[in-house]
C-alpha cells in the first residue's frame, strides 16, 4: 500500500539553526500539507500546497517557514531560524483532490529545538 | 470558542466493554468528518469518515448530528489493541485543511 514518507524521523538543533523537513507524498496525489503537534496538544495546520503553490497558510506559518516542491516527488518545510516553542512532531500529508476523498499523513518528524 | 471540542479522558476500560466518545464542533457549515486514530507519538491514522446517515464498521459505530453539530463514535466489544486516543477531526469545505479536537484518550484493560 502506497504511503507517505517523511525524514528524518528525529531531528535536533540549536535554537537560530535552518531545518529542513522532507517527506514524500503519495505518488498520484495533487494537494499537500504540512501540520505540527506541540507535546500533549492538538494537531495544528501550518500550510498547504497544490498546483506548486501555496494555497492556504495557518497563522503559524509565518516568515520563518516556507515549503517546497524541488523537484516531483519531495516536498519540503524549512524553517529558517529555529526557536524553542518550534519543538514539534511535524507530520506531512497528502490527497488525491476529490472532494470526498481523505488525507494520508506520514510518520513525522520530531523537531527538538536545544 | 474551539472549533472541535472533545472530552480528553482519560477513558479507562475493562476488556469487552462498550465506550462512546463524543464531539461538538462550531463551524456549521463544516461537510466532511472523520474520526482518526493516533497511538503515542505516531502518525493520526483515519479510523472512519463519518455520514449524517450513520455508519457501521465492524466495532465502531460513528453518527453524525448536524443539527447539534455533535458527533460519536462507538466502540463495542473493546481490545487492548484499542488502547489509543482517538481524533475528532473536521474539514469545513472540499480542500480546505481538516481541523483536529485535542483526542480522547482510550485505555482498555485486561
Known amino acids: 500500500e502506497p504511503e507517505v514518507t517523511q525524514t528524518p524521523s528525529h531531528q535536533v538543533t540549536q535554537m537560530g539553526q535552518e531545518v529542513i523537513l522532507r517527506c514524500v507524498p503519495i505518488?498520484?496525489?495533487?494537494?499537500f500539507y504540512w501540520y505540527r503537534q506541540i507535546l500533549g496538544q492538538k494537531v495544528e495546520f501550518l500550510v498547504s500546497f497544490y498546483n506548486n503553490e501555496i494555497s492556504e497558510k495557518s497563522e503559524i506559518f509565518d516568515d520563518q517557514f516556507s515549503v517546497e516542491r524541488p523537484d516531483g516527488s519531495n516536498f519540503t518545510l524549512k524553517i529558517r531560524s529555529t526557536k524553542l516553542e518550534d519543538s514539534a512532531m511535524y507530520f506531512c500529508?497528502?490527497?488525491?483532490?476529490?472532494?470526498?476523498?481523505?488525507?494520508?499523513f506520514g510518520p513525522g518528524t520530531r523537531l527538538t529545538v536545544l | 470558542r474551539k472549533e472541535v471540542e472533545q472530552d480528553p479522558g482519560p477513558f479507562n476500560v475493562p476488556e469487552g466493554a462498550t465506550v462512546a466518545f463524543n464531539c461538538t464542533y462550531s463551524n456549521s457549515a463544516s461537510q466532511s468528518f472523520f474520526w482518526y486514530r493516533q497511538d503515542c507519538r505516531k502518525e493520526p491514522k483515519l479510523l472512519m469518515s463519518v455520514y449524517s446517515s450513520g455508519n457501521e464498521d465492524g466495532r465502531f459505530t460513528a453518527q453524525l448530528n448536524r443539527a447539534s453539530q455533535y458527533i460519536s463514535l462507538l466502540i463495542r466489544d473493546s481490545k487492548l489493541s484499542d488502547s489509543a486516543t482517538y481524533l475528532c477531526v473536521v474539514r469545513n469545505s472540499g480542500n480546505t485543511p481538516l481541523v483536529f479536537g485535542k483526542g480522547t484518550r482510550l485505555s482498555v484493560i485486561a
Open positions: 500529508a497528502s490527497r488525491t483532490g476529490t472532494s470526498t476523498d481523505t488525507q494520508y
Open positions: 505518488s498520484n496525489h495533487l494537494y
